[in-house]
T-cell receptor, first 113, second 114 residues
Framework: AQSVTQPDIHITVSEGASLELRCNYS??????LFWYVQSPGQGLQLLLK??????LVQGIKGFEAEFKRSQSSFNLRKPSVHWSDAAEYFC???????????FGTGTRLQVFP | DVKVTQSSRYLVKRTGEKVFLECVQD?????MFWYRQDPGLGLRLIYF???????EKGDIPEGYSVSREKKERFSLILESASTNQTSMYLC?????????????FGPGTRLTVT
């Protein structure tokens, strides 16, 4: 069965530090992969997506993610975190042959000044 | 810009009440979704609609029903609210695309059942 795992429930970083949020997926073919961000009390906003081609994908707000088929991973990175990046981050994979998305359980990012 | 709106940001209801959560999208999307979000559990799909009057159960449909009479509007109904339905409810929409398009989310409704 398709699934998405975000192994880190909660991550704390200092402002200006680099960030990597992990995402592993289980999928039988080339996946469609997404990263969303949810600021407190808000809905989800798309950060970036991968369908095919270049495995390093650039998104909004200075985020990028790298698709690694051999590791079934799609980790989200940012070289220098800002206090406004404090939020919850969700990785998702497009379910095969449908328009549904399968979401991970999320990683909450806390940023210290 | 795609806009998905939800009728209430916060809602407090009593046990046993019938509750309606409304969602409207303005981009003529075929698909609409209702999710429930709980800490540590991520987003869980309650129901999915791929066309007017067409619906499909998600992972946790028990205790919920839906209605889609018009393409732009998708309603979630709690027939008899219970305290275990206290949660954040998120609505989303997307074009019909074989899974290649992202979903666009509303701001959410935080429902408390007392």
């Amino acid at each position: 069965a398709q699934s998405v795992t975000q192994p880190d429930i909660h991550i704390t970083v200092s402002e200006g530090a680099s960030l990597e949020l992990r995402c592993n997926y289980s999928y039988g073919a080339t996946p469609y992969l997404f990263w969303y961000v949810q600021s407190p009390g808000q809905g989800l906003q798309l950060l970036l997506k991968y369908f095919s081609g270049d495995t390093l994908v650039q998104g909004i707000k200075g985020f990028e993610a790298e698709f690694k088929r051999s590791q079934s991973s799609f980790n989200l990175r940012k070289p220098s975190v800002h206090w406004s990046d404090a939020a919850e981050y969700f990785c998702a994979v497009g379910a095969m042959n449908t328009d549904k998305l399968i979401f991970g359980t999320g990683t909450r990012l806390q940023v210290f000044p | 810009d795609v806009k998905v709106t939800q009728s209430s940001r916060y809602l407090v209801k009593r046990t046993g009440e019938k509750v309606f959560l409304e969602c409207v999208q303005d981009m003529d999307h075929e698909n609409m979704f209702w999710y429930r979000q709980d800490p540590g559990l991520g987003l869980r799909l309650i129901y999915f609609s791929y066309d007017v009057k067409m619906k499909e159960k998600g992972d946790i449909p028990e205790g919920y029903s839906v209605s889609r009479e018009k393409k732009e509007r998708f309603s979630l109904i709690l027939e008899s609210a219970s305290t275990n339905q206290t949660s954040m409810y998120l609505c989303a929409s997307s074009p019909s695309s074989g899974g290649t398009y992202e979903q666009y989310f509303g701001p959410g409704t935080r429902l408390t059942v007392t």
